[in-house]
């Protein structure tokens, strides 16, 4: 096992979509880890004065290629021997600011209340990495629970470049808060090498991502990834030290509420002897749906079932 380290630069980063085209800027063997650097947010987003900016994101500015709108991502990374039908194990083994700043903001059409807030606004976030803190604008503390808004694998090639905004089948833009350090995201793998990508670093957000924005900052992770020949299943799912998640995507989130729960129903038949009607019954005794977000066009619900009911 082989630890690397990629960097965010103009020649590692993609801005605002996924695609099976784009060139692997990164190749491991399965069971390697890798630390990856990302940046976030357009010129306008950046502060003046004494605050610490990644260097490489100004020229990410000036000349990456750029679909509008969408989030710098750093990769891809091609796992050797990957193939469509696999699932791919991500690790996250840690995850830290790289800057001592965030923002928050929300736009006109955009958010949870688009006809309530139909205007723009901004702010600006100090984070005190030493004492893991936000110091929010308006005069509260925030503890940091950073975690990687955007993972996700290649999509299938026919589907063509897609915006990294709407999270798919492939991962993406889940921005699932619960996938922070010490979780483990299990990503659907549609072409060869598999192919992931990560960004949209958030400092800390609740659930829902009400206003269309987290705490949007600059992140470090080290991820280790493992390619699961054993696994098959069409959708992410993840694992907290405690929990199990299953998840649902779609515009409707009643649809994203039945389809996580229906992905909970197969993992808990899979790995025990209950028959779906038990399983079915255990969710609703003891498994708890949460809204993940309502922002990204297709909106997410997560499904929690504690470990210690099913292994």
């Not at 005794?285 to 099913?310: E, F, W, Y």
Request: proline share 7%.
């Amino acid at each position: 096992m082989t630890h690397h380290q990629l960097d965010a630069s103009l020649a590692t980063c993609h801005w605002g979509y996924f695609d099976a085209a784009l060139t692997p800027v990164l190749e491991i063997e399965s069971g390697d880890s890798v630390t990856i650097r990302t940046v976030t947010g357009g010129p306008a987003h950046l502060p003046e004065g004494n605050a610490t900016i990644p260097p490489e994101i100004h020229e990410i500015h000036d000349k990456a290629e750029r679909m509008l709108p969408g989030h710098i991502l750093t990769g891809p990374i091609a796992v050797r021997g990957a193939k469509p039908g696999q699932v791919l194990e991500v690790q996250i083994r840690s995850v830290s600011p790289r800057t001592d700043f965030g923002y928050t903001m929300f736009r006109p059409l955009g958010g949870t209340l688009p006809d309530e807030f139909d205007y723009h606004a901004f702010r600006y976030i100090h984070l005190d990495r030493e004492r893991n803190v936000a110091n929010l604008p308006w005069g509260m503390e925030l503890p940091l629970s950073p975690f990687f808004g955007v993972m996700g694998t290649a999509p299938p090639a026919h589907w063509g470049r897609l915006t990294s905004l709407i999270p798919r089948a492939f991962g993406g833009n889940l921005d699932n808060k619960e996938l922070g350090a010490g979780a483990t995201l299990y990503l659907p793998v549609f072409v060869e090498g598999a192919l992931f990508s990560c960004g949209d670093g958030h400092g800390a957000q609740g659930d829902g991502e009400v206003c269309i924005t987290a705490i949007e900052t600059a992140l470090e992770g080290t991820f280790q990834f493992h390619l699961r020949e054993d696994l098959s299943h069409a959708m992410p799912r993840a694992e907290t030290r405690s929990h199990h998640i299953t998840m649902g995507i779609d515009p409707d989130l009643d649809i994203c509420a039945k389809d996580a729960l229906r992905e909970m129903i197969d993992l808990i038949t899979s790995r025990t002897k209950l028959t779906r009607d038990e399983a079915y019954m255990l969710c609703s005794l003891a498994a708890d749906l949460r809204v993940t977000q309502t922002v990204n066009g297709s909106k997410g619900i997560h499904c929690m079932l504690p470990k210690s009911l099913v292994a």
